[in-house]
């Protein structure tokens, strides 16, 4: 069945890269999603990537794919405290099956 | 333009009781979805729409039906709760367009505790 796996969390350092990476095990997904949640709040879409792309950027988010060993990560460039939140990976396989979240912490 | 409408924000249930969480959306999207949110567990896929008439389910039904008698609206009914019920429950619905999905907006979700 579809798997999607995340580490669980991350703590960084105001101004420093976080990198979040993610595994799964459906090579068919077309659409891999990023979206973020912030406490008490419902997830809000980030960005995503298509199948047939190796990197997308968007101003401080950047996301690379790599297909052969289902491995897709998000790096997001001079976190800020305000990136705090949990951020899931979810592949779309006909429906979207999420990762466990990674809770990114961010120390000032 | 309001999004993904779900109702209640909070509700708490004896175990037993059946409830019926609502989800309206007004984006006329066609896909539709009910996930639970569980400590460490991540999102998890309850049932799913592809459209009106059409439903399918996902990793964890058992406990739970839907219906989608129109675009707009997706029931999620609990018809004998149980503790393990309680979690956080979101909505989310989507357009897609020549099998291509353009990303989930969310409800706000609903806090159920079965006691």
């Known amino acids: 069945g579809e798997d999607v796996e995340q580490s669980l969390f991350l703590s960084v350092r105001e101004g420093d890269s976080s990198v979040i990476n993610c595994t799964y095990t459906d090579s068919s997904s077309t659409y891999l999603y990023w979206y973020k949640q912030e406490p008490g709040a419902g997830l809000q879409l980030l960005t995503y990537?298509?199948?047939?792309?190796d990197m997308k950027q968007d101003q401080r988010l950047t996301v690379l794919l790599n297909k052969k060993d289902k491995h897709l990560s998000l790096r997001i460039a001079d976190t800020q405290t305000g990136d705090s939140a949990i951020y899931f990976c979810a592949p779309w396989m006909g429906k979207l099956i999420f990762g466990q979240g990674t809770t990114l912490q961010v120390k000032p | 333009n309001a999004g993904v409408t779900q109702t209640p924000k909070f509700q708490v249930l004896k175990t037993g009781q059946s409830m019926t969480l609502q989800c309206a959306q007004d984006m006329n999207h066609e896909y539709m979805s009910w996930y639970r949110q569980d400590p460490g567990m991540g999102l998890r896929l309850i049932h799913y729409?592809?459209?009106?008439?059409?439903?399918d389910q996902g990793e964890v039904p058992n406990g739970y039906n839907v219906s989608r008698s129109t675009t707009e609206d997706f029931p999620l009914r609990l018809l004998s709760a149980a503790p393990s019920q309680t979690s956080v429950y979101f909505c989310?619905?989507?357009?897609?367009?020549?099998?291509?999905?353009?990303?989930?907006?969310f409800g706000s979700g609903t806090r159920l505790t079965v006691v």
């Open positions: 989310a619905s989507s357009y897609v367009l020549d099998g291509t999905n353009y990303g989930y907006t």
């Open positions: 729409s592809v459209g009106a008439g059409i439903t």
């Open positions: 990537i298509f199948s047939n792309m």
